[in-house]
C-alpha cells in the first residue's frame, strides 16, 4: 500500500451515483451546499453545460468532462440553448432500479446526458483538505484509458440496470475518486500540502513513515533522521512545502485514524489512545474533541458504533 493508498484509506471514502439527467432545452438545476463531508461530482456523457459556482467565471462542461467539487459548494448546472432550440416539458424522474433518471424531453430529445454522485469521506480528511474547489479532468483523453473504461462502465451498469447494478455502480463511483485524483495529480502536480510532501524525494520517507506507525512516539529529529536530513534542513524544507509543521500533520493523521477506529472498531477509547500514539486517555480525548468538536464517545454514539 502505498502514501496515497493510506491517505485514501484514512478517509473512508465511498462513492455513490444517484441520478442520470436526461435534458434538453432550457434548463437550470440548483445544487444546494451538500452535507458536511460529502463531495459532488457530474460526468458529462454527452453535450455540454455551464456550472456556475460561487461567483466565478462560468466552468463550460462538454462530452467527457468530469468535475468533481471535494467541499459539495452549492453551484448551479445551466443548459447553453435556449428556450426556442428545443420543445421540451416539464421536468420528470423516474427510478431505473439503479439511479433516478430525470428528464425535460426524452432520451431520443435529450442534448445533454449527465451523470450525478457524491463521494463521502470522513470529517477533517486530510485527502480532502489539500484539494481545490474544483477538480475538472477530461475521461476521453488518450492518456487516461482506465478512466475512460471506468466510465463507460458506469454509463453501462446505470442504463441496464441488471443484476447487482446498483452494488456496482457504487463500487464503480467510489474507484472513480482515485482514478480521477491519480488523473489530476498528474496534471497538476501540489508545489505545497502533504501530497508535495509525498512527492518530496526526501521528506516523503517521514510523511510514509507517520502514516504507517502513527503510534510510533515520533520527534522531529526522529523524523529528520528518516529523510537523512539534519533537524535544520528538514524543518526548512517541511516549512517551504506546508503551513503545517510536522508534529501537526501526525496530529491530523492521528486524529483520523482514531475517527476510523472509533466508528468501524469495538475497541476502548483507551486502547485507541494507545493505537494513535498516546499514553494518557484524557489527552487523546482533549485533543479528539479539539480536532472534531466532540469527545470520542460522543463521534462514536452520533455514528451508531
Partial sequence: ??????????????????????????????????????????????????????????????????????????????????????????????????????????????????????????????????????????????????????????????????????????????????LLLRAHLEQQPSTTDVLALLAHPRLGTSVIAMLERPAERWTIDMLARQSAMSRATYMRTFSALTEDSPMTLLTRIRMQLAGTLLTRTSKSIAEIADNVGYQSESAFSKKFKDTYGVGPGGFRHARGS
Fill in 1 to 178: 500500500m502505498d502514501a496515497l493508498d493510506r491517505l485514501i484509506q484514512l478517509s473512508r471514502l465511498q462513492g455513490a451515483l444517484d441520478l442520470r439527467c436526461l435534458l434538453s432545452g432550457q434548463w437550470e438545476l440548483d445544487h444546494p451546499p451538500a452535507p458536511p463531508s460529502e463531495a459532488v461530482y457530474h460526468v458529462v456523457l454527452a453535450g455540454s453545460c455551464f456550472l456556475k459556482f460561487r461567483g466565478k467565471a462560468d466552468v463550460r462542461l462538454e462530452t467527457g468532462d468530469i468535475v468533481m467539487l471535494p467541499r459539495g459548494d452549492a453551484h448551479v448546472l445551466q443548459g447553453l440553448e435556449s428556450a426556442n432550440d428545443s420543445e421540451h416539458g416539464g421536468m420528470e424522474s423516474r427510478y431505473n432500479g439503479v439511479v433516478t433518471v430525470r428528464s425535460n424531453g426524452g432520451p431520443n430529445a435529450a442534448s445533454l446526458d449527465l451523470l450525478c454522485g457524491r463521494f463521502n469521506y470522513a470529517a477533517n480528511a486530510l485527502l480532502i483538505d489539500v484539494l481545490p474547489d474544483i477538480v475538472k479532468m477530461s475521461f476521453a483523453r488518450a492518456d487516461v484509458p482506465d478512466l475512460t473504461r471506468l466510465v463507460g462502465m458506469m454509463r453501462k451498469e446505470a442504463s441496464n440496470a441488471g443484476p447487482g447494478a446498483y452494488s456496482i455502480v457504487s463500487a464503480l463511483s467510489t474507484a472513480l475518486f482515485t
